[in-house]
């Protein structure tokens, strides 16, 4: 089963200085954060903050060519987590065929950002993150979910590089 989530914020970690993309459901219940790299993170930031560049960025060029295709994302879904690694997909639809594209998940979220699509998190990943973040140091695993729960707006300025 699949829970649609929204961006709720883009920040750093303060232990690794990576930054983290957190999602949460509609209902405000489930939190995912997926740390993600420097250059994807700059992408979502982008759109997040609106800002138009130039030139096309990789993703306005995705977002350019699915159009020119006539192609349109029905939605994003991260569905595995595996060996630490997140992984997605983002379902494209054209001439009513539904296509399957495997992605990272920072890219999934950046063309989602874009297009308005919806995005979705498998709910075993979401359990199996629970349960490897349970695995792991008790202590700070529960501190960072207290901060990632604590959260408010003003936690996610803009964005700094």
């Known amino acids: 089963m699949e829970v649609e989530m929204r961006i709720r914020g883009l920040m750093m970690d303060p232990v690794t200085n990576m930054p983290i ?13 997926i740390w993600v790299g420097i250059y994807e993170a700059n992408a979502i930031a982008l759109e997040i903050e609106k800002v138009t560049t130039p030139r096309p960025m990789t993703h306005d060029l995705i ?7 006539e192609a349109g994302v029905q939605k994003v879904v991260v569905n595995e987590l595996k060996d630490d690694t997140f992984y997605a997909v983002i379902w494209l639809e054209r001439d009513g065929e539904l296509i399957s594209i495997d992605s990272r998940p920072s890219d999934a979220l950046a063309l989602a950002l874009r297009l308005d699509c919806p995005i979705y998190v498998e709910e075993q990943v979401l359990k199996s993150s629970k349960a490897a973040a349970n695995i792991g140091d008790k202590g700070a695993n529960e501190e960072l979910k207290r901060w990632l729960e ?3 707006d003003e936690d996610f300025g803009r964005y700094k590089m």
């Open 150 to 152: 604590g959260l408010n």
């Open 21 to 33: 993309v957190i999602l949460r459901d509609a209902g405000g219940d489930a939190i995912l954060p």
């Open 63 to 69: 977002k350019n060519v699915l159009t020119g295709l």
